[in-house]
C-alpha cells in the first residue's frame, strides 16, 4: 500500500470526511477538495475548487505534483462517476492509491484496485480480487475467492459469501447477504437487508429475503 503525503479529494459530503480520517491515520494530509457544485467544505481550513475548471485551477497553481494522490470521496452507486474522475487524475499524473482503514483485515493474498477504499473493520479473505473505485465500506465482509468489478460499492455490514461474482458498478445495500457462488450482474442494486439466493441479472434492483426483482435501474 502507497506511503500518503499530500491528497486532494473530488468530493464535498459525509464520505470525504471519512476518507480524511483515514488519510491522517495513514500519515497523509488533504490538501485541497473538489466538488461539482457550489459547497462549503467539510473539513476545516481546506479549501474547496468547483468542477474541472476549479481543478485545473489548482493543479496550475502548484509548483510541484510529485507526490500528489487523488481519491474520489463519492459513494453510492455511482461507480462510473468515481471512475470518471480517476481517468481525470490520471490525465495530469495524478496517483490513485489503494485506501484502507487500520482496523481492516485485508488477506495477504487479496487484489485490490487502484482508488478502492476499504473501511473501518471491513474484512477482505484470501484469493478475493476486488476492481478499480470500489467502496467497501463498515463492517463489509468478503469471503474467498469472490471477484468485485470496477466502480462497486459495498454498504456497511454487506457480506459476500464465498466465490461470490459482482459485475462493475454494483451496488450492495446496508446489511444484504448473497449467498455463496452467485453472479450478480453490472449495474444491479441489491437492497438494504436483502438476501439474495439466485443469480441477478445486470441492471435489475432486487430486494426482500429471498430477493426478488423490482425494477429496473434507471441509471444502468
Not at 481517468?87 to 482503514?101: D, K, M, Q, S, T
Not at 478499480?132 to 470496477?150: Q, W
Not at 460499492?153 to 459482482?166: E, F
Request: proline fraction near 4%; charged fraction near 20%; glycine fraction near 12%.
Amino acid at each position: 500500500m502507497a506511503e500518503l503525503d499530500r491528497v486532494i479529494l473530488w468530493g464535498c459530503a459525509g464520505h470525504a470526511k471519512v476518507l480524511a480520517e483515514i488519510i491522517s491515520l495513514r500519515g497523509g494530509k488533504v490538501v485541497a477538495l473538489f466538488d461539482n457544485a457550489e459547497v462549503e467544505s467539510v473539513l476545516h481550513d481546506i479549501p474547496v475548487y468547483k468542477g474541472e475548471a476549479g481543478f485545473r485551477q489548482w493543479i496550475y497553481s502548484q509548483e510541484v505534483l510529485h507526490g500528489v494522490m487523488g481519491l474520489a470521496a463519492i459513494g453510492g452507486a455511482r461507480g462510473r462517476d468515481r471512475l470518471g474522475i480517476h481517468a481525470l487524475f490520471r490525465n495530469y499524473g495524478i496517483e490513485i492509491p489503494v485506501l484502507a482503514h487500520p482496523s481492516a483485515v485485508i488477506s495477504d493474498s487479496a487484489k485490490v484496485g487502484c482508488g478502492t477504499q476499504i473501511l473501518a473493520l471491513a474484512n477482505v479473505a484470501a484469493d478475493t480480487t476486488i476492481g478499480e473505485a470500489c467502496i467497501l465500506n463498515h463492517r463489509a465482509s468478503v469471503d474467498h475467492e469472490c471477484v468485485i468489478g470496477n466502480g462497486v460499492h459495498l454498504a456497511p455490514g454487506s457480506t459476500l459469501c464465498g466465490c461470490v461474482r459482482l459485475g462493475d458498478n454494483v451496488f450492495v445495500g446496508a446489511g444484504a447477504i448473497i449467498l455463496p457462488r452467485l453472479s450478480i450482474g453490472e449495474d444491479a442494486i441489491v437492497g438494504a437487508g436483502a438476501v439474495v439466493t439466485r443469480d441477478v441479472p445486470a441492471g435489475v434492483v432486487v430486494s426482500g429475503n429471498p430477493a426478488r426483482p423490482m425494477r429496473k435501474n434507471v441509471r444502468a
